[in-house]
């Protein structure tokens, strides 16, 4: 079962960056999708990027060509690497990992990070 921790939010002007981070307890992480999402007040939550157990990356359109996924097995830990950062990013951005593995399956969230992008 896997326990997860985000942090790297913040305040940061239109054009900046920051890096995210879920750190990951448990020994079945490495089996286990990892997906970010985020949710604005008065917004439903949407799914932002995921990269599966064997390293396939997927980002919403909104976020493509500007969000980095990645992930250090060895570590326990996943990254997103936010460029060109938009006030419309402005959210909490959540960590999540689910596995639909027989005998294996959990979905599982962190607490989220507030991640606020100044015009």
């Known amino acids: 079962q896997v326990q997860l921790v985000e942090s790297g939010g913040g305040l940061v002007q239109a054009g900046g960056s920051l890096k995210l981070s879920c750190v990951a307890s448990?020994?079945?992480?490495?089996?286990?999708?990892i997906n970010w999402y985020r949710q604005a007040p008065g917004k439903e939550r949407e799914l932002v990027a995921s990269?599966?157990?064997?390293?396939?990356?997927n980002y919403a359109d909104s976020v493509k060509g500007r969000f980095t996924i990645s992930r250090d097995n060895g570590r326990n830990t996943v990254y997103l690497q936010m460029n060109s950062l938009k006030p419309e990013d402005t959210a909490v951005y959540y960590c999540?990992?689910?596995?639909?593995?027989?005998?294996?399956?959990?979905?599982?969230w962190g607490q989220g990070t507030q991640v606020t992008v100044s015009s």
């Open positions: 990269i599966t157990s064997g390293g396939t990356t």
């Open positions: 999540n990992a689910r596995s639909s593995r027989p005998f294996y399956m959990y979905d599982v």
């Open positions: 448990g020994r079945l992480f490495s089996i286990a999708d």
